[in-house]
Nanobody
Framework: QVQLVESGGGLVQPGGSLRLSCAAS????????MGWYRQAPEKQRELVGT???????IYADSVKGRFTISRDNTKNTVSLQMNSLKPEDTAVYYC?????????WGQGTLVTVSS
């Protein structure tokens, strides 16, 4: 059973940067399409971006040019580099893994962008 654990959240000032990591254990990480989602207070969870098993990426329009997703199949990790952060990026960020009908979520990590 695959498990995902996020890390790297915290408080950052507007315009700053933060890097989130998601570590996978217990399965064939390289087969998973991985994604980052976020949920702001009183809002629905939304897609931030994804990286497929063959390392193709897509991003939400709101983060294009500021966020970068990457994966390291040798370390079973996927990262989210966030630059030029804005207060509206404040949310709990979740890591997601999918393979066919299988889906797994991490527990989330809080990112707060505030001065």
């Amino acid at each position: 059973q695959v498990q995902l654990v996020e890390s790297g959240g915290g408080l950052v000032q507007p315009g700053g940067s933060l890097r989130l990591s998601c570590a996978a254990s217990g399965g064939r990480f390289s087969l998973l399409d991985m994604g980052w989602y976020r949920q702001a207070p009183e809002k629905q969870r939304e897609l931030v971006g994804t990286v497929t098993s063959d390392s193709s990426t897509i991003y939400a329009d709101s983060v294009k040019g500021r966020f970068t997703i990457s994966r390291d199949n040798t370390k079973n990790t996927v990262s989210l580099q966030m630059n030029s952060l804005k207060p509206e990026d404040t949310a709990v960020y979740y890591c997601n893994g999918r393979f066919r009908s299988f889906e797994v979520w991490g527990q989330g990590t809080l990112v707060t962008v505030s001065s």
